[in-house]
């Protein structure tokens, strides 16, 4: 599989940084997982629950959807290995992403303009939100939409068993997490950097790793077989 170039890592973004693991990384952005040029798996702050990670492509690209069709099946491949990884030790998990749009004026969910995912253990019946969606049967799905037909940033969730939904952008802050919150009983505490739940990113560090060592992703498969798993 031919992966494109990554885009160059920009000095002020943190998931940027994190793509390298090295050792001036705060102990909390240390890599759990990793794949050479494909992407990262760090430990959220702001984990609502143990076991929740943010998985951000090595490409410094506002979305998924932004990668290139090859790089975003590599991305996904490594994806489902981390969804994989986390699903044995914590249970089903659901997947989301606040697609960003590239305009910086413009209104978004996402907090940030590189793109990550994020990968919450539980069911949230985020159908209940009511958003317009269309749905896939494979997170490639997303990134087969004809450019003409996309949404200039965008809501995607896949819950465990079920398709990925796709819709447009609320346009507010941490959309889902939000939502996750109130699910939890605690409907205050969506914001990650004023709850940053040390406690939980301890859990997840200790039942899946860090340190000086991360785990590596070093194959890249020939097809995208495992991601409707």
């Known amino acids: 599989m031919i992966v494109a170039a990554h885009s160059a890592p920009h ?23 990793r794949s050479e040029g494909v992407g990262t798996a760090v430990c959220a702050v702001g984990a609502l629950v143990p076991g929740y990670l943010l998985v951000s492509p090595a490409q410094h690209e506002s979305s998924v959807q932004a990668l290139t069709r090859p790089t975003a099946v590599a991305f996904l491949s490594f994806l489902a290995d981390v969804h994989a990884t986390v699903e044995r030790h914590f249970g089903p998990t659901t997947i989301f ?7 910086e004026e413009r209104r978004r969910s996402a907090c940030i303009s590189h ?16 958003l317009p969606v269309r749905r896939f049967e494979t997170l ?14 965008y809501l995607m969730y896949r819950e465990p068993d079920g398709m990925v939904c796709y819709a447009p952008d609320a346009g507010i802050s941490q959309f889902f997490r939000r939502h996750i919150a109130k699910m939890l009983g ?6 990650y ?3 940053p739940d040390w406690a939980n990113l301890r859990a997840t560090q200790e039942a899946l790793g860090s340190g000086s060592a991360p785990q590596q992703f070093v194959r890249a498969r020939e097809t995208d077989e495992l991601l409707s798993a």
């Open 97 to 103: 992403e606040h697609g960003s749009c590239r305009s």
């Open 193 to 195: 950097a004023l709850f």
């Open 140 to 153: 490639t799905g997303i990134v087969d939409i004809p450019p003409t037909e996309r949404n200039q940033g």
């Open 11 to 33: 000095d002020s973004c943190f998931l940027c940084s994190h793509q390298s693991g090295g050792e001036d990384v705060a102990w909390y952005d240390r890599p759990i997982m």
């Open 115 to 130: 793109s990550h995912v994020h990968l919450v253990p539980g069911r949230y019946a985020l159908e209940q939100l009511g």
């Open 186 to 191: 605690r409907p205050d505490e969506w914001d």
